[in-house]
């Protein structure tokens, strides 16, 4: 039986190509990012595992939680603390670390990096052993000394000797580079910057004087981690600070790369799942028809003695083969692709430490499982189908029609499914936020797989439909309708593949624009204020750059959003702190009841904190503040929350009367109002306020939307990218079919030219098939799409209040035409391969 | 031609092959299927090629019908040369002026009856003559099966589909390659009377390349075949008549 089966396979070449083809992608993907995730997180653990070689044990600030009305002063790490540590039994130095955030400018006044990891830190003495010094530098001293890494340095071109300007939180600094340093820094091997300062101007820039964020402490000689961090915890108060070993550290950072990973590795693995499910599609159809082109031969086999399982067996050893073959070429192909994403990401910016291409065992287990397993599963039906035809079948002159066997029970069962499916979705869309998502994601499952096998049904009408437009094509135009929905089965199958893509592509568009809008609409209609200065990596603001900007040329009014801890009836309640005198001329939001009053002891409140409180305009509360002072406030008014606001806004007056003298406020952002409105000129003068700062962003509302919708199709181009694998595999579903079909059909194509179809009608017909079949499964998807993209949205509306549903007209146009285009494309070789066949031998076939 | 009288039809020639000659392969491997074949197809007469297996029948059929490229000579449907067209010119005459009847039936499954039979006129665009349509779907007994599908009909009746589908654009010439092989008897005897009664009665041309004795006794004329060339001619054949001719060509094959 093997060898049949072999021969099967070897004959059929041509016909099983596709289907290899299909398996291979999914593998392919599969294995590819098992490859790309391995790759890098070891690359990542090796290279952060290097990054605590220095450190023995690692003591860092201990947390006390608030009590009462007061909020509690934090432990810090003082000097004395790393006195006591140095003179611990088996310590041989310590190091104060003090770490934040500095962006460095390039040479062009741009900020280096992304702005998330431009780190700033401390050169410890005059020789820190974390971070080797290269040739011809010192340590930094003062506040005009910096030390930079030696990557950064390397791609901005600077050298020792040469200034740099830099920012922390506000003011534009200007040191002189006197040291490049090596360093084994993670997040610098990932294509972060890195710069230094002497100890006492960290501490000042990074709002740390006279403290530091962790202690790093190195173990004399003969002195084990464990051994010291054991001493070390006898000298230090526990409530002030707790020990770490730097094997803990690193493992710790180990699990938590791996787990990052992790997340990325599934959402990767779910697109390669989706298009390995498209793929069984094919499988199922390619075996379909071979089992059916070879019922002749199958049935002969019954007639000489082979058993039904005997056949069933054949057909699936078959199976085994083509994934066997697909599954190893997949796996092939999966590491290149590993290897180029890896490239990839590099290209792209995003750095990667350097590191072996990661191939382990699990991955090559998992792909060759899965490339086999996937074929059989999805060959078994077929192989199913084989073994009940009859031994007379071996007698039959003609090989079998292709069956319109009934399909009440399918259709009955596919209504069921697609009914509990609506109506658990519709019930889902009823239900409150995230309650409503696990019936939401299950009626989904079930509305997909009741269109599935309801497929075959609606072909009929659907296709129907079509008539009309396909009546100008003439007879090619009629014959590729009827040909179409000859085999429901088949049709369904290949519309189906092509049909999930588009479910999901649509879905995701439809929820990303309508979100996008939602999110925009709130900015855009709360914001009075003509520019927004924030930080570039959403760092906080010094207070400076308030006074600055107030003071430049045509502004007119100027509010710091300010976050304060308090603490509310027990409970720890963040506070935004504005300037009570302008927000009301920068902000337009709507007021739910009371009025928009922000000075003194009175508060606005959003809707959702007056509700958790139970507050309405009038109502009075006390808020204790840092430092322990406490005042009673009341609501002026309760308005709706957005983005950019929420929660109790007050006067920053009201709150510096009662922040301790140490406190260092900050701001999250400054919205800004002008004379003249928002122009180009004085977006300029802004800017040079500021002093050019390379890391605060100055931005108008157009800009903050941009960047809104920026952020939106980013993550919707990745999602294309990513599931256009699954339509690339439905694509190849599409050309299978139809060649399949042609092959089937040369005897009737064959007749067709001899009485005078000519070549072009061939094609034409053959091509118009295709865009049938394409665009039913592109109906299908995209309205599938809609209605998912509707009810989840629905889920979303309960929480925000200007969603509202936007259907992306143009795209869902253009994937209707890309559904097209598929067709055309996929007809290309089958059309040709039809026009060609010799008429005389295509009549002659039987 | 629809207005010729039919008098005049019986002498005016349909289709003619002048020194004919199909060659496959080169060398060793050269086999002639057509030697230097020359003859005519007179309109309004219905002929039968015959010839043993291999003696090339079927080639001197698919090389006048236009189904196939020949290596010399000419192949003339009425007035237009076979040889100087390409493709596509040569599908738009075999739509417009050649009918075909095959042996394995070969209707569209899709489609009824009736679009079987009306399918040479769609794919021109043209309109049938309803008058013509319904005089021939009369003669072949289908009235009452216009939209069943093939797969309802027998075989017997399948074939009439093909043979109305044949008439029904009214082409210069019918050809017909072993149009009752697949057929009992009894259903071809009626397909053969049908394509008789189409050369008696309208005046259609047939050609039929058959190796059943009793399909040539329905011709006026049987050609007959052998390693490529024409050996033979009968007219006003009968059964016995032309299987006593094939059977020269058995003890021919076994003495030589």
Known sequence: MFRTALRNVLAHKARLLMTVLAVMLGVSFVSGTLVFTNTISDAFQKSSAKGFDHVDVAIEPGYRPDEGDSITEQPKLTPELLKKAEGAPGAESAIGVVSGFAALADKDGKLIGGGFQSQGGNYWGTDDPRYPIEDGGRAPKGENEIAIDSETAERAGYKVGDTIRLSVDGPVLTPTITAIFTTDDGNVAAGGSLALFDTATAQRLFHMTGEYGEIDVKAAAGTSQAQLRAALDKIIPADTASTTTGRQLADSQATQIAASMSGMKSGLLVFAGIALFVGT????????????????????LRAVGASRRQVTRSVLIEAFVVGAVAAVTGLAAGIGIGAAMRSLMGTLGATVP?????????????ALLVGVLITMLAAWLPGRRAAKIPPVAAMGSMHAQATTRSLVVRNTLGALFAGAGIATVLYATTMNGSDGQVPMGVGAVLL?????????????????????????????????????????????????ALMIGLTLITGMTVMAGSLQSAIGKMAADAIKADYVVSMANGNLLSPDVEKKLAAAEGVTDTSSLRNAESRIGGETEYLTGVNGAAIGKLTDLPVDNGTFKVGGADVVVDADTAARYGWKAGAEFTAGFEGGEKQ???????????????????????????????????????????????????KDRLEQALGENPAIQVQDRQDLSDDIARMFTLMLNMLYGLLAMAVIVAVLGVINTLAMSVFERSQEIG??????????????????????????????????????????????????????LVLPWTRMAVFLLMAAAVGVLAALWPARRAAKLNMLTAIKSE | MTTTPLADRTTAVAARATELSKIYGAGETRVVALDQVTVDFRQAQFTAIMGPSGSGKSTLMHCVAGLDTFSAGSVRIGETELGSLKDKQLTKLRRDKIGFIFQAFNLLPTLTALENITLPMDIAGRKPDLRWLDTVIQMVGLADRLTHRPAQLSGGQQQRVAVARALASRPDIIFGDEPTGNLDSRSGAEVLGFLRNSVRELGQTVVMVTHDPVAAAYADRVIFLADGRIVDEMHEPTADSVLDRMKRFDTKGRTS
């Open chain 1, 281 to 300: 599609f094919i499988i199922a159809n390619t075996f379909t028809m071979l089992v059916a082109q070879r019922t002749k031969e199958l049935a002969l």
């Open chain 1, 354 to 366: 350097a590191g072996p291409l990661v191939i382990s065992p699990g991955t090559v287990v998992t």
């Open chain 1, 448 to 496: 997909i797989i009741g269109v599935f096998v309801l497929t075959p049904l609606l072909s009929r009408p659907l296709i129907a439909a079509a008539a009309p437009l396909l009546r100008v094509f003439g007879v090619s135009g009629k014959l590729a309708r009827q040909n179409s929905v000859r085999n429901p089965r088949r049709t369904a199958a290949t519309a189906s």
């Open chain 1, 632 to 682: 009673k406030l009341t609501v002026a008014g309760v308005y709706e929350s957005n983005e950019l606001l929420r929660g109790i806004l007050l006067d920053n007056a009201t709150l510096d009367e009662h922040l301790p003298a140490s406190s260092d406020p900050a701001d999250m952002m400054v919205m800004v109002k002008t004379s003249a409105g928002a122009s180009d000129a004085a």
């Open chain 1, 751 to 804: 007749m067709l030219r001899a009485i005078g179809l000519d070549r072009r009608g061939i094609k034409r017909m053959v091509r118009l098939e295709s865009l049938v079949i394409s665009l039913f499964g592109g109906v299908l998807g995209i309205g599938l799409g809609v209605f998912f993209g509707w009810a989840a949205g629905e889920l979303l509306a309960a929480k925000m209040p200007t969603y509202e």
